[in-house]
């Protein structure tokens, strides 16, 4: 049974910081990108980051770089979220996702597999 089941997320304070961490289980998870998405209340889903299985490369939406940070553990399968510097409009439900093209995109069509989601709350 394919799963991913992300963690970490909470409630914090604008300036602080959270790890969130996206556990892969039930496929070969060198072969996949590993994709963090976010969607706000009354908001389109965003492509915050990802990560290729392929090269390695990293890709960070305007709104985070410089403050998040992916990373991945394939011995654990797992692939984390660091969040630094968090503001209140970083508020959302997080979801971590799987591309089997193993490249990685910001268009959430492209995945096929999809964490329940973690909340994250960022108070001012």
């Known amino acids: 049974e394919v799963q991913l089941v992300e963690s970490g997320g909470g409630l914090v304070q604008a300036g602080g910081s959270l790890r969130l961490s996206c556990a892969a289980s039930g496929f070969t998870f060198d072969d996949y990108a590993i994709g963090w998405f976010r969607q706000a209340p009354g908001k389109e889903r965003e492509g915050v980051s990802y990560i290729s299985s392929r090269d390695g490369s990293t890709y960070y939406a305007d709104s985070v770089k410089g403050r998040f940070t992916i990373s991945s553990d394939n011995a654990k399968n797992t692939v984390y979220l660091q969040m630094n510097s968090l503001k209140p409009e970083d508020t959302a439900v997080y979801y971590c996702?799987?591309?089997?093209?193993?490249?990685?995109?910001?268009?959430?069509?492209?995945?096929?597999?999809w964490g329940q989601g973690t909340q994250v709350t960022v108070s001012s």
């Open positions: 996702a799987a591309d089997p093209d193993g490249w990685g995109t910001i268009h959430s069509y492209e995945y096929d597999y």
